[in-house]
């Protein structure tokens, strides 16, 4: 997820530029840039990038002068291909130095597009999969081709997902800008338009806001703009809003806290997250692995996987992944504890450290000791160049978008999914499957996104059941199999933001112990995806309901209800495989957490004590 912005008008470029780089920084910080057409020479174009954040990059212009000029693009960018630097940031150049390009995206044959253009002599200067647009835009742009006819032609190549916005020193009161899969919006001022990736941005300047659609191009000349589809260069009329939202709101989208609006964002981050590992075919793609994974010659005789908090839990998808498909022993280690005790670890032990900031001081102490121990690490992290991804082997790098909120929600999703392709690549190559075999569950991944738009419709019915729990003090999650995750994960989620005090236990667990507990004012939220252990949990449920406990079960749209407990307290989720089920089952327990913290008035986005990325052990 990246912030993009095109400005065309009679103000300052750059100031527009940037001012709307600081409100589209949340969306990415590591680092930034703007291309200008000068107004006294509009025939070159001014790139000026920085690492970090826009700060650093006006700090940058403050110390070079402003480029003064009236057509700017500008990107702030959150790493997804090559690490944060000035080379990778953007605006990216062809090689004539007269296109510069903003994307924001993935593209997902970049590989063999950067190949083509290599062979036919295109200098590439960064790591980025943007830089290919750049380079099919220069070898369009020919003949009496206009920069909109290159665009097109250009996108007409690519897979994946892009919002761009291209300038050209050729047509320097043009912008074009065109979007697939990912959001783009464009606001009409009196003598101005503007491009960008989010409606924050347009705000200052209008609150007409043309929502640009799916496979759509614009072509913006000065204040005038004309919209077409890509495919087929036919007119399009775009949908038209107006925006009556306040700055904060527009920050986040609409969305009353940040937690709700990441809530809502994972069916997409799901599907960045699959991007290119999932091919059409369901075939899983693995990029970068560390190579002794694949040597068969090589024994692998334990995976260790090591994280905290909430990617603890995640990474359980892995282990049951890796040990049903390897069949290689898999250890789940709390990160904090690996450093002073972890058992036997050598050359034959692969450690799969999960962390979506990658700054986690104990997971990188875990992955340190790990080293020292001469294991092969791997990590699952959302950022590019962070500690973590640095310091193991090789990197599976989540996808997912800066997440502002500090309960982790589509980090824990994506976490969970790269979980599951870790163990069935290594699972088909070490031959321990089929690839056909790999490819079903590919595909059966790919369906799941939508399985999650799906699930998101039983936030009504969760609002009801908020207001009726918020004065509760404890409650209780149960589970059986790998849904144990799931209720590890909605304890904690429960605990962080609303501050109830919550457990999670194996169902079979309670009779143990924590039966003694159950009263009126002890709810108890029964997850109940697996079928082969549906039957067992129902008998759970009437122990708990014999004891007067209020019953939230979750459970899948196909299984039948539960005895003794209402319809208004059974959730409903997409029947999906049972093993894919966590990455769908954990969102109505998401939704739960934050209504019962927002219906206690808590701080959900920062709650007491708690830390997004905590660096200290
Ligand atoms: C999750 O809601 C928590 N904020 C926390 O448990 C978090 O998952 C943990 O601190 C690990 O963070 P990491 O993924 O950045 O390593």
Redesign the pocket.
Known sequence: MCGIIGYSGSRSATRVVLESLERLEYRGYDSAGLAVLEQDSPETLTIVKSHGKVQELTAALDLRGMPTGHTAIGHTRWATHGRPSVENAHPHQDCTGTISVIHNGIIENFRDLRIELAAKGHTFVSDTDSEVLTHLIEDAYTGHATLADAVRKALLRVEGAYAIVVVSAREPDTLVGARLNAPLVLGRGEDEVIISSDITALLPYTTSVVILGDGELVEVHGADYVVRTIATNSPATPEMVEVTWDAEQVQRGGYPHFMLKEIFEQPEALRNALRERVQHDGTIVLQDMPARLMDLEHPISEVIIV??????Y?GMMARYALEQHTRIPVRIEV?SEFRYYHGPVGPDTVVLA???????A??LAAVLEAHRCSATVVAI??VVGSA?ARAADGAIMMQAGPEIG????K??IT?EACGLLFGLWLARERGEIAPETAQEWGRKLLAVPDAIEKVLDVEPQIVMLAKELAHVQSALYIARGMDVLLALEGA??LK?VSYIHAEAYPAGELKHGPIALLSADVPIIAIAAQKATYAKMVSNIQEVVARDAPVIAVIPEDMEDVPGVSDTSIIRFPAVDAFLAPLVAVVPLQLLAYHLAVERGCNVDQPRN?????TVE
Request: net charge negative; with cysteine; glycine share 6%.
């Open positions: 994280a905290c908090g909430s990617a603890l995640a990160a999960v962390s979506q900031s990658g700054e986690t104990d997971t992290t959302n973590i500090v309960a982790a929600t980090t824990f976490q904690l989620k962080e708690l830390a997004k990325s905590v």
